[in-house]
């Protein structure tokens, strides 16, 4: 026998006198400290442009925040209903407290519109997209979700924590995952999607969300039904659903309609296991340290290298660090950017998660650029802390991302457009964009420019490794305390550090390019860095298609949201002349080179592209021109190549000039292929007497990683000449690194001495000499771990 609603609920001091009296329902405390937390929110989203507008940062603050404060408040609508005159039935009181979760979300999205209409939507469509299937969903579902939490006792006190727990829930349930499966993504009910990284532009909704709006549907049916058949006026009574058959038989078939969407969240793209991503890639492949899942498709050769370079670089990491990795590496190696996202949610984004031991990256050329600095993660999580295995705070429950990501720099030591981060340190400190070391402590570290925090604390980690050994730099990560680490103020640690960089040398080119890759803000300053990434996937299909008039639209559209998009200036200058409007293209291109000034790398490539179009229109003093004015600029040995090669076409001219220009600059309207390329140099190769036509076949093979078929083509290369000392040296750089491959060790061995001989030789090459060292080292390695097959 049910207790009397009027019996009941006299400890609240509020109440609602009627089922359809909204005023009242609003006038409730708990009602408007939902609202006023609502707006708190808003005005917080509203101070950061990233969250000010409608978009999967706005959602995803929505989707956190909003569900945690409406459960709670729809316990307390259904507490005060209970001392009404009248009290509302299961479905009235649904109604009441749906508009009042409405009521809240609206508040911050009308804010992102009016911040929107300010300043400009990025993408309207989608950004309001990712807001309806977040909180404009979810928040409503955690209110009804509380509410029939709440009604399941008559204690307003265990109603209200019962209805906060089901959010707080949902939440502990996504870092659970989080923790025990390789994914960094979680679909919720209440919180939508949450990505992983939101500083990764390419966030895109998937089909997965599609199907879990389905479930959440299902979900809001199933607690509607279960208010309106079970609730009695004042909590829910199970012997309602017994006088309700064909009503319980539909809860029941909600109910197991959402456990096999559990059930099968892998399959449908909500959640993913080592187990599910391995079946999808298909090939397993166990070293020494390490297994490697691999696409089942690659060749096995490659798979081989992948697997023998990753029980390298373990062993290089200890070497390092002067620790032990004591369990197996897992790495897993996805087929493309899409792929890794739809299976562990980052796409452009490399992850390690080092309590798993586990690194996630998708394939690239061997060896792989980033997979020495994914398994110092997982190394360094050795002396690391928590459950976690990270520098950081509270037991490491709080990652200090600055040491973190600069013990990985400072231990996978390399280069990048030939220089090592040290010189790139120098060179941020010289344009005046380098962040002291403090403020990348911490949370501080994400408001930073990626490119400039992990810069700047890779060499003072480096520095602390190569000034104090590793003993200090495992002490750093053991109490995340640069104080601790070395026994001294930091900002004194940082100025001696600041000194050390004074005295790196710089090549020409460094300053130039430092000025291009630090000059991008971090991506919570970026103006709508969702919506021109999708506008730059879409410059890059028509540009790789030819169709230089939808190009040209992209780079307008993209620079309607960012003007100071320069690089996208300088491929609209090249897409201007290809289509024959050379006046625009020479203008855009004079705006370039100011004053004020693009970066010299972006004004190069500019000169590049438009030169190319000259040479495609067959003007080519005018190509010639554009040509030699970028080899008289500072720049990357990689980039002096490509403008030797093009100037060496245009002096040879005849077949030869036709076919490098097929090559280098062909019409992209056409197919352009391994098959078009290398019949382009089939071509020079009869038409020259050089050995660069066997150089850049060689080149070709060395992208499909066929080593065995490159050393003749190198040394003929080597014996007929090639035209310039670039050339030369990356011919020779190639030449090494087939014959470590196909296990000529002490060739290998004898190559890379070499080449750091003439890299110590030539101040400021610290590139090359950091690479050749590192190869070297790899040689030392691969005499006393022989192949496995």
Not at 49 to 62: K, Q, R, W
Not at 80 to 85: I, Q
Not at 241 to 252: N, S, V
Not at 564 to 590: D, I, T
Request: with cysteine; hydrophobic share 45%; glycine share 10%.
């Amino acid at each position: 026998m049910s207790v009397r609603p009027e019996a009941r609920g006299r400890s609240s001091s509020e109440s609602l006198p009627a089922e359809r009296d909204l005023r009242a329902t609003f006038g409730l405390r708990a009602v408007r400290v939902y609202l006023v937390l609502s707006g708190v929110v808003a005005i917080a989203c509203a101070i950061q442009p990233l969250f000010a507008v409608m978009g999967p940062e706005l959602a995803v603050a929505l989707g956190l925040s909003l569900p945690v404060f409406v459960a709670p408040t729809a316990a307390r609508i259904a507490i005060a209903s209970r001392a009404a005159e009248r009290p509302p039935s299961g479905l009235g009181l649904v109604a009441h407290v749906l508009v009042v979760a409405m009521a809240g979300v609206a508040i911050p999205c009308l804010a992102a519109i009016g911040s929107g209409l300010v300043h400009g939507f990025c993408d309207a469509a989608q950004g309001a997209l990712f807001v309806v299937l977040g909180p404009v969903m979810g928040v409503p579902l955690a209110a009804l979700a509380g509410l029939v939490a709440a009604s399941l006792t008559t204690r307003p006190r265990v109603a209200t924590l019962l209805a906060t727990l089901v959010p707080l829930g949902s939440i502990a349930l996504g870092l659970y995952r989080f923790v025990d499966t390789p994914a960094i993504f979680a679909y919720t009910h209440f919180v939508g999607y949450f990505p992983g990284t939101l500083y990764d532009p390419d966030i895109a909704i998937e089909s997965a969300y599609g199907t879990l709006r389905l479930a959440s549907l299902a979900l809001g049916a199933l607690l509607v039904l279960v208010m309106h058949v079970g609730f009695d006026g004042a909590r829910l009574d199970r012997r309602r659903f017994a006088r309700a058959p064909l009503h319980t038989l539909g809860a029941l078939a909600l109910a197991l309609g959402l456990v096999a969407v559990e059930v099968y969240g892998p399959e449908l793209g909500h959640r993913s296991t080592s187990t599910s991503i391995a079946e999808v890639l298909g090939a397993r492949l166990e070293g020494e340290r390490c297994t490697v899942i691999v696409p089942r498709e690659l060749p096995r050769g490659q798979a081989e290298r992948i697997r023998d370079d990753c029980d390298f670089r373990v062993a290089r990491a200890e070497e390092v660090l002067g620790v032990t990795q004591r369990a197996r590496v897992t790495a897993f190696f996805f087929r493309n950017a899409d792929e890794k996202r739809l299976l562990m949610g980052a796409s452009n984004t490399y992850i390690a998660k080092p309590w798993r031991n586990e690194v996630y990256l998708q394939l690239s050329q061997w060896p792989h650029v980033v997979l020495f600095h994914e398994i110092v993660h997982v190394v360094a999580g050795n002396v690391g802390r928590g459950p976690f295995r990270v520098s950081g705070g509270i037991g490491g429950l709080l990652p200090s991302a600055g040491i973190v990501e600069g013990v990985a720099v400072a231990v996978a030591w390399d280069e990048r457009e030939d220089l090592t981060p040290h010189q790139w340190a120098r060179a941020l400190v010289e344009i005046g964009h380098a962040p002291s070391i403090a403020e990348t402590e911490g949370l501080g570290f994400l408001l930073q420019p990626a490119s400039r925090a992990y810069t700047a604390n890779g060499s003072f980690v480096r520095w602390i490794l190569e000034t104090r050994g590793n003993e200090a730099v495992r002490r750093l990560y053991r109490t995340g305390s640069y104080e601790d680490a070395l026994g001294m103020p930091l900002d004194e640690a940082e100025r001696e550090w600041r000194a050390f960089l004074a005295t790196v040398p710089l090549p020409p080119h460094a300053i130039p390019m430092a000025r291009l890759r630090f000059e991008r803000p971090a991506i919570f300053g970026q103006i709508c860095p969702h919506a021109i990434a999708a506008l730059e996937a879409e410059l890059g299909t028509a540009l790789a298609g030819g169709d230089d008039v939808r190009a040209l639209e992209r780079c307008d559209a993209i620079l309607a949201l960012d003007e100071g998009q320069a690089g996208v200036r300088a491929l609209r200058a090249g897409a201007l002349g290809r289509a024959g409007r050379f006046e625009e293209a020479e203008a855009e291109l004079r705006g370039l080179v100011g004053p004020p000034s693009a970066a010299t790398p972006v004004i190069v490539r500019a000169r590049e592209s438009l030169g190319d179009a000259y040479w495609q229109h067959g003007e080519l003093d005018r190509a010639r021109s554009l040509y030699e004015e970028n080899l008289a600029l500072p720049q990357p040995e990689d980039q002096r190549r490509q403008i030797e090669v093009r100037l060496f076409a245009l002096t040879r001219g005849g077949e030869t000039s036709t076919a490098l220009r097929e090559l280098l600059a062909a019409d992209a309207r056409e197919a352009i292929d391994a098959g078009t390329q290398l019949s382009a140099i089939a071509w020079l190769d009869r038409a020259d007497p050089s050995g660069l036509g066997a150089y850049l076949t060689a080149r070709q093979l060395f992208a499909r990683e066929r080593f065995d078929l490159m050393r003749p083509l190198l040394g003929r290369a080597r014996a007929q000449g090639l035209p310039t000392e670039a050339i030369a040296r990356e011919s020779e750089r190639m030449r090494a690194i087939t014959l470590y491959a196909t296990g000529d060790l002490d060739g290998a061995e004898r190559a890379f001495t070499a080449i750091l001989a003439d890299a110590r030789a030539h101040e400021g090459d610290l590139g090359r000499e950091v690479e050749a060292e590192d190869w070297l080292a790899r040689v030392r390695w691969r005499r006393t771990h022989a192949p496995r097959d």
